[in-house]
């Protein structure tokens, strides 16, 4: 039986302790998928076979690797490609966070690293990254969990993997602030500090991009329609490339100094317009009501 000849939706999940696999799980059940939890590496293949002979819902697959499977290996990129040989097209998620909130996250619960021994929680998560380094560069996706909380991450995954067809780019429009950072995960960096900043209007310090007036002061400036059109455009004109590349997800990062007026604002336009243009795009606000 050649794979091809039905659609066999299959995701695998990775990445670092304490990064969200779990929530990344229950939110692929949520959207249809017969999750399989702990899997060893080594049964990847046997377990994309099941699932296409069993058919139904088992077509929508996902299989939760762990470090602390004793039969896990370094070699995701070799289990992906004999997947792929058999006519399979899985898709590679991989969840991160900082080191300091992976260690927050370990502490509160008062559990130690899979990976630390008799050494420090910080020497654990260092041991795993780099064990997980190769997976993380060969992955389809990669979601920072380091300012989402369980609902956002849950959200996140059922935007990317929910109904729609698996084959066609997916572009998450992505707002944050530049204090707190650039996202990892980003494709594009747009930077929207060229505008002036809401925060300085007392009217508007207090509200967000999301808010009409907001919206319209920001837009409204010289230089932003041509931004956000020029962008959208490019976005665009780039999209059938990477979808012949086979690249499935594409994250737009807009950034202002906050992440709460001006990248917010922009973001909202920005997908509204991709969508005009028949691209699959969601809005995501990172850092919005963090200050």
């Not at 990847?44 to 896990?72: I, P």
């Amino acid at each position: 039986m050649d794979p091809d000849e039905v659609a066999t939706d299959l995701v695998v999940v990775t990445g670092v302790s304490g990064g969200g696999r779990s929530t990344v799980a229950r939110a692929l059940e949520n959207v249809g998928f017969y999750v399989v939890d702990n899997l060893p590496q080594a049964l990847m293949l046997d377990m994309a076979q099941l699932a296409f002979q069993a058919g139904g819902a088992a077509r929508r697959t996902a299989m939760v690797l762990d470090v602390r499977s004793r039969a896990f290996s370094t070699d995701l990129a070799g289990a992906i490609h004999a997947l792929k040989e058999r006519g399979f097209s899985p898709r590679v998620l991989f969840v991160d966070a900082d080191d300091e909130v992976l260690i927050r996250r370990f502490e509160s619960v008062r559990r130690s690293h899979p990976l630390q021994g008799d050494g420090r929680l910080a020497d654990g998560i260092t041991a795993e990254r780099k064990l997980l380094a190769e997976a993380r560069e060969q992955s389809d996706v990669i979601i920072d969990t380091s300012h989402l909380n369980v609902n956002q991450l849950r959200r996140r995954v059922e935007e990317l993997f929910g109904g729609e067809d698996v084959r066609k780019l997916r572009i998450t429009v992505l707002s944050f602030g530049f204090k707190y950072g650039l996202p990892p995960d980003a494709d594009y960096v747009l930077d929207a500090r060229f505008l002036p900043n809401p925060f300085w209007v007392p009217d508007l310090r207090d509200h967000t991009g999301l808010e009409d007036a907001v919206s319209k002061y920001v837009l409204d400036q010289e230089g932003a329609s041509t931004f956000v059109s020029n962008y959208a455009g490019l976005i665009a004109s780039t999209a059938p490339g990477f979808e012949r590349e086979g690249k499935r997800y594409l994250t737009v990062a807009v950034g202002c100094t906050g992440g709460k007026h001006r990248s917010v604002a922009i973001t909202e336009e920005l997908t509204a317009q991709l969508r005009d243009m028949r691209l699959s795009a969601h809005p995501s606000h990172r850092d919005l009501g963090r200050e």
